[in-house]
Structure formats: C-alpha cells, structure tokens
C-alpha cells in the first residue's frame, strides 16, 4: 500500500512537470502581452502553485514513503490534501463556465486516489510517527 502511493505521486510529480511544461510553452508567450486574460493568468497561477508546492512535495513525499521516512509521509499527506483543494477549485471553476479543461481529466483519476492515499496514509501513521516521537508514557518528566 505504502510503495503504491509513493509510486502513483512519483508519477503524479513527473505528470505535472511534463503537462505544466507543455502548457508554458504553448501558452506563455500569451502571459507577454500588456494585460492577458484572466482564464490564461489563472491557468499560469495555478501552473505556478502547482511547481511550487505540488510538484516538490509529490516527489519528495514518494522518495519519503519508499524509504519509509516521516518527512515523506508527511509531504504526501500534504500534496494529497493539496490536489483535494485544487481540483475542488478547478472543478468548481469548469463546472461555472462549462469550459472542462484538459487538465481536469488529466488530473482528476490522481485526485481520486489522493483521497484513498490520505485514509491509507492516516491509518498506517504509526510505521512513520511512532518511531519519530515518543508516546506520552515514555516521556520522563
């Protein structure tokens, strides 16, 4: 279950990279004009976020979790709970205009899993924080 997730989001890191560096390349010469569209600004901020913070967090929280380290756990966790929010917005954002992107249905079987990855990575938390914390009982005082 573990080595599935760190799989599935190394494959979600080199998706994104891939994907957003199609899209900059396609599209950034839009970004060069005096005032580009709000649609094309947001679609650069979130590509932006998505290095930023999706990507980096995918790839570590994979190397983390094959080597069953809790800084991995934890940046799994976190870039799980990130593609939640975003897909939340972009869904909510296509679902308005009726304009579904292909990023949406690129994305979307990723975020489906992200939500079985959070329960699964929840419920095995004590392979990754037992060993990094003491209980309580073995704190002396």
Not at 73 to 100: E, H, K
Not at 108 to 133: G, H, I, Q
Request: hydrophobic share 55%.
């Amino acid at each position: 279950m573990i080595k599935l997730i760190a799989i599935v989001n190394f494959v979600a890191a080199v998706v994104h990279l891939v994907f957003w560096g199609l899209v900059f390349v396609h599209f950034g010469n839009g970004l060069a004009g005096a005032s580009p569209s709000s649609a094309l600004a947001t679609t650069f901020g979130i590509g932006v976020a998505d290095i930023v913070w999706s990507v980096p967090l995918l790839l570590v929280g994979s190397i983390g979790l094959a080597r069953m380290r809790p800084l991995g756990w934890l940046c799994a966790q976190m870039a799980n709970g990130l593609y939640v929010y975003s897909m939340t917005f972009i869904l909510i954002r296509d679902g308005l205009t009726g304009d579904f992107k292909p990023g949406s249905y690129l994305f979307m079987p990723f975020t489906l899993f992200a939500f079985w990855a959070v329960w699964a990575l929840w419920s095995r938390r004590d392979l990754f924080l037992v060993a990094s914390f003491p209980r309580p009982s073995e704190v002396s005082g």
